[in-house]
């Protein structure tokens, strides 16, 4: 195999992983978008529904509930087993929240960082 072939083949694999990777990205930007208008979800779900890039989802997130925490808007109550270090299932109690209690919450939210703000603008919408 000559170096131009492997460069091509290289470039095709890069190229294959990339869109695989994009793919990846709007089937959960589309699936929590589809997840949130069937009922309460978490704030998590709620911006990956926007199309928010994920490295911005939990600090947004953990934004997001201290606003809700000092408006006084509780979430819906689940409780639910996360897996820690791979085995113990433990039982956690986690707050689900609908489409109109995340526009109450984000009325309050007043962020800083462009990305953070892009992401109350499509909450808000």
């Known amino acids: 195999m000559s170096a131009n072939s492997r460069r091509a083949a290289a470039l095709l694999r ?7 990777a994009e793919a990846r990205a709007r089937r959960a930007a ?9 009922g309460p979800r978490s704030l998590v779900t709620h911006i990956i529904a926007t199309g928010a ?3 911005a989802v939990s600090g947004a997130a953990d934004a997001l ?3 809700a925490r000092k408006a006084g808007i ?3 109550a689940a409780r639910i087993r996360r ?11 986690v707050y689900r929240y609908t ?9 309050n939210y007043k962020p800083r960082k462009a990305e953070y703000k892009a992401i109350r603008t499509a909450l808000a919408a």
Not at 14 to 20: G, L, S, V
Not at 30 to 38: F, L, P, Y
Not at 83 to 93: I, M, S
């Open 99 to 107: 489409a109109e209690q995340v526009a109450q919450i984000v009325a």
């Open 65 to 67: 509930r201290t606003q």
């Open 30 to 38: 589309s699936t929590a978008a589809r997840r949130v208008r069937t």
């Open 83 to 93: 897996t820690l270090n791979g085995r113990a299932r433990q039982v956690v109690t």
């Open 14 to 20: 890069d190229r294959a992983r990339t869109n695989r």
């Open 74 to 76: 509780k979430g819906r």
């Open 53 to 55: 890039p994920l490295t």
